[in-house]
C-alpha cells in the first residue's frame, strides 16, 4: 500500500476529507511506530528463542503502553484539530467528529 493511493475513509462519507490533526507531527508517529515495530520483532524473536515467560510479558506489556501513547496523541490531536474545526462550522459535521471521538475513546479503554 502506498501512502498516496491509500483511502483512510474506510467507507464513510467525506467527513474526513482535508489535512489531519496528526499531519504536523506525521514523522514522529512515524518514528514511533517503527519503534513499536521493532519491539514486535523483538518479542517475536524472544519467542522463537524460548525465552522466560515473564520477560516476554514485560515486553508486551511495554509494547501495549507505546501502542497506548501512539493511540492518546492521535486522540488529542484529532480533539485540538478535527473537533474543534468542526466544532468551530457547526451543524451536523460537529455532532459526528465529537462521536467519533466518543467511540475512539471508548475502544481504547475496552482495549
Known sequence: M???SA???HGTDDTHAGPHGYISD???YLNRLRRVEGQV???QRMVEEEQYCIDILTQISAL???LE???LGLLDDHLKH??????????DEA????????DAIARLVKA
Open 26 to 28: 506525521k514523522q514522529r
Open 82 to 91: 478535527c473537533v474543534v474545526d468542526a466544532a468551530t462550522r457547526g451543524g
Open 69 to 71: 501513547n501512539v493511540a
Open 95 to 102: 455532532a459526528v467528529k465529537l462521536k467519533e471521538a466518543s
Open 2 to 4: 502506498t501512502g498516496s
Open 41 to 43: 520483532r523483538g518479542i
Open 64 to 66: 501495549s503502553s507505546a
Open 7 to 9: 483511502s483512510h475513509n
